[in-house]
Nanobody, 115 residues
Framework: QVHFVESGGGLVQPGGSLRLSCAAS????????VGWYRQAPGKQRELVAR???????YYSDSAKGRFTVSRDNAKNTVYLQMNSLKPEDTAVYYC?????????WGQGTQVTVSS
């Protein structure tokens, strides 16, 4: 069964940066598209970014130009570099399948952007 563990969140001031990590297991990782999702209080979970097995990326409009998704197949890990963070980026960030979120949701990692 696929399994994801997120880390790297924290409290950051507006304009700051964070790098999230997603450790994945239970699949042929190099062929697996992974997505970063987020859920803010009172809102639905949304896809923020995705990277396919061959490195093709997708970003939501809110993430374009500020976030960068990358992967290290040797470490079965996907990263989300987040720059120029805004208060509206505050949410719990999760990773899961990039096209179909077919794995169990992990605990996520909290990102709080506040002065």
């Amino acid at each position: 069964q696929v399994h994801f563990v997120e880390s790297g969140g924290g409290l950051v001031q507006p304009g700051g940066s964070l790098r999230l990590s997603c450790a994945a297991s239970g699949m042929t990782f190099s062929r697996y598209a992974v997505g970063w999702y987020r859920q803010a209080p009172g809102k639905q979970r949304e896809l923020v970014a995705r990277i396919s097995g061959d490195g093709i990326t997708y970003y939501s409009d809110s993430a374009k130009g500020r976030f960068t998704v990358s992967r290290d197949n040797a470490k079965n890990t996907v990263y989300l570099q987040m720059n120029s963070l805004k208060p509206e980026d505050t949410a719990v960030y999760y990773c899961n399948g990039g096209y179909v979120a077919n794995g169990p949701w992990g605990q996520g990692t909290q990102v709080t952007v506040s002065s």
